[in-house]
């Protein structure tokens, strides 16, 4: 890089800041970041929930083979989703670790 264009590189880089900076300080004057951080928030604490309930089924099926458990797990989600329309695959990987006896 030459000695001309730096400085303009970092005049560029300096407004481009400064101008994420007054989008910022305009979405908190607004409200607009609150709305947004409460429902992240929220999306976070349902992701967090549907995830323990996630741990305690898988619990409740470890004694059951991987095939058994996937078949469990696929019946639990086609009753999640009822009759809806589904946007995208769903993959399963099961993969279970023989007990050691001591």
Known sequence: MDKET?????????????????????????????????????????FYLEEERLKKALLAL???????????LLE?????IGKARVHDDLSLIIIKRKEQTA
């Open 76 to 80: 639990e989600i086609e009753t999640f």
């Open 6 to 46: 730096a400085p303009n590189k970092n005049t560029s880089l300096l407004k481009e800041l400064l101008a994420d900076f007054r989008r910022f300080i305009r979405s908190v004057i607004s409200g607009e970041f609150f709305r947004t951080l409460k429902r992240d928030f929220t999306e976070l604490k349902e």
């Open 62 to 72: 470890a004694k059951l083979s991987a095939r058994e458990i996937g078949r469990s």
